[in-house]
């Protein structure tokens, strides 16, 4: 099973703005949906968008209206485009298929890429 390779992070100030891209490769990554999550340090791993094979998104609280995930299926590569940047949304972005459960959604691949560093600071 192929990793997918996040980037596109780096140092903002607040209020800035990021274009984070992840390329994943595979069947699994083509046929299921795909998320965004991130972790802070001493927090666990945060769910923040999803992007189904239709095109429905749905966003976590804490960056909805601020943050666009979107897919270009041609090129393997699902984005998030995040806006009015926090000092809380600093932490390391990574983004995996994701499936449906009930109403929550879970990680559909055991491989993690190495994530994308998004640090919000003056």
């Known amino acids: 099973q192929v990793q997918p390779v996040e980037s596109g992070g780096g140092l903002v100030q607040p209020g800035g703005s990021l274009r984070l891209s992840c390329a994943a490769s595979?069947?699994?990554?083509?046929?299921?949906?795909m998320g965004w999550y991130r972790q802070a340090p001493g927090k666990q791993r945060e769910l923040v968008a999803v992007?189904?094979?239709?095109?429905?998104?749905n966003y976590a609280d804490s960056v909805k209206g601020r943050a666009t995930i979107s897919r270009d299926t041609a090129k393997n590569t699902v984005y998030l485009q995040m806006n009015s940047l926090k000092p809380d949304d600093t932490a390391v972005y990574y983004c995996n298929a994701v499936y449906r459960y009930g109403s929550s959604w879970y990680p559909a691949s055991d491989y993690w890429g190495q994530g994308t560093q998004v640090t919000v600071s003056s």
């Open positions: 595979g069947t699994i990554f083509s046929i299921n949906a």
């Open positions: 992007i189904t094979r239709d095109g429905s998104t």
